[in-house]
Structures are given as C-alpha cells and as structure tokens.
C-alpha cells in the first residue's frame, strides 16, 4: 500500500530517528513549523499536504501530529485511508498519554519544550524577547506576567533521541530571565514508533476511511 507521512517539522528530530530505528522509508511532507495558535492556518497547510499525498497515488497517509486545536476537523481524502494519534497535541503524543501529561500538570502550568520547539518561531521565549525590546524591561516584564505569567515551569521532553546537554542548557537560561523554573520529563518517540510499524491499537489511534472527514469527537472516543 501506498503510504505518505504529514508531519509538523517541531517534531522532526523524534520522527527522523524513530524512522531509522524502525527501517522505515515513507516519504514525508512536512507541514512547517510556528502553525500551532493558528489552527485554521494549519488546516489549510495539512489539506494542501493531503492533496500532495493523493497527486502521488497515496492510499494511506499517516499523521505525525495530534488534534491541534481542531486543525484537523474535516481532512478527508477520497483515496487515502488517514492514521493519526489520538491525541490531543504533540506534547501528549511525546510523553506517551494523557495521564501522563495530567500528572505532570499538576505541578502547575508547564509550557513543554524539545529541540524542535527550540528552534520554533513561536517559542515563549521569542515572544517574551519581543515584549521586552518593545517596551522595555521593566514594563516589558509586568505585560508578558498579564499575558503568560501563568506559566511557572518549562518542561524540557527528553525523549531520547539526541543529546540534552544544549537544549536544558538553553531551556534552564530561559527560564532564569523569564522567572520560571524548569524539570526535565521523560518522553520517547514511541508512539511515533507504532504510527510507523502499523500497531494501530484503536484505544491509540483514530483510523478514518477513504470519503470520512476525521472529526474532533474522534479523539475521546
């Protein structure tokens, strides 16, 4: 079967080495990166990635990527059966769970971060860098605590697939200039492990028929 990969290029480093662990050699078309606040942005790049997969024959494409804020209600393909993780974002879908996520909520609000989402645009860091040059350090400080000062931790995902040294490194200077602490959370590429080898437990992954539209609903249930 015909096979094609839509993938967000935040998570690039965790698909490229489940990828080579799992001898897997679907082609990949990546979605970008910085689309996550936007979700009606996103859904119009993963429907335009979706028409690419069909142009080249695919029967199935499968979804490296969650719900997204609803960025993928209404995708359909008339030839290709879709595969995605039921899940709601990539963050749950790197630690593995929901549970898992809500056990690390309960320390208090936590923005999550990889390397990919280092290298994001829309990282908090960036945005609270911009607040600061526009309006100066110290009213600067006061207008990012009204807008995410509920933010009181960055939790950095080790998911095992390259080196921490600089991304806790860089994660742990942020979080000093921001005023947040920050831990670090283990996390792993294997649910992007299972989307690759074909283990599409329904309890874990939404499968949706050739002409079906993948519907928000689909993901509790």
């Known amino acids: 079967m015909k096979t094609y990969i839509i993938a967000c290029n935040t998570i690039k480093p965790e698909l490229l080495h489940a990828r080579e662990v799992t001898g897997n050699t679907f082609p990949i078309l990546w979605s970008g990166t910085g689309l996550h606040d936007t979700p009606a942005l996103l859904k119009k790049v993963l429907a335009n990635c979706v028409k690419k997969a069909e142009e080249q024959g695919a029967e199935r494409i499968l979804f490296s990527l969650g719900f997204c804020g609803g960025a993928v209600d209404g995708l359909c393909s008339d030839q290709a059966e879709l595969i995605l993780p039921k899940v709601d974002d990539c963050i749950t879908m ?10 690390l909520q309960s320390k208090g609000h936590t923005y999550y971060i990889t390397k990919g989402w280092m290298n994001n645009k829309g990282v908090l860091y960036n945005q609270f860098l911009d607040i ?18 509920h933010y009181k931790y960055y939790g950095i995902l080790d998911t095992h697939c390259y080196d921490m040294t600089e991304v806790v490194a860089n994660t742990e200077r ?39 539209a993948i519907r928000t609903d689909m993901l509790n249930s």
């Open 94 to 103: 790197l630690l593995g769970s929901q549970e898992k996520r809500k056990e």
């Open 132 to 149: 600061i040059s526009r309006y100066g350090e110290e009213d600067g400080m006061e207008i990012f605590e009204m807008m995410a000062g």
């Open 174 to 212: 942020m979080a000093g200039e921001m005023g947040m602490e920050c831990f670090v959370a283990d996390a792993s590429d294997g649910y992007l492990r299972e989307l690759l080898t074909g283990d599409y437990d329904s309890g874990r992954f939404v499968r949706v028929a050739p002409g079906e």
